[in-house]
């Protein structure tokens, strides 16, 4: 089985920094796409960034020039760095990949970590 695991969040004020990080263990052979998502209480899940195999990175608007996401291929971990934090940043932050098993047939399938909490305080 795969599982990612996060860890990282908490509570910060406006302002300030934190860091969220996720690492795919289990029976992997690969890991694709890695991304961070976030969902506050009453909206829709958003992707927030993303991170391909070959490094290409995508944000959201919200985020651009505040959050940088980063991906040590080696250990399939995956670091969201937020920096200049907002109250509007409070949501549980979900880590997301795509995964090919190592068990036959080897599709690649979706996974989602069980989220962590960040709150920002105005």
């Known amino acids: 089985q795969v599982h990612l695991v996060e860890s990282g969040g908490g509570l910060v004020r406006a302002g300030g920094s934190l860091s969220v990080s996720c690492a795919a263990s289990?029976?992997?052979?690969?890991?694709?796409?890695m991304g961070w998502y976030r969902q506050a209480p009453g909206m829709q899940r958003e992707l927030v960034a993303s991170?391909?195999?070959?490094?290409?990175?995508n944000y959201a608007d919200s985020v651009k020039g505040r959050f940088t996401i980063s991906r040590d291929y080696t250990k399939n971990t995956v670091v969201l760095l937020m920096n200049s934090l907002k109250p509007e940043d409070t949501a549980v932050y979900y880590c997301n990949a795509d995964v090919v098993p190592l068990d036959w047939p080897r599709r690649s399938s979706n996974y989602w970590g069980q989220g962590t909490q960040v709150t920002v305080s105005s």
């Open positions: 289990g029976k992997i052979l690969s890991v694709n796409d």
């Open positions: 991170i391909t195999t070959g490094g290409s990175t």
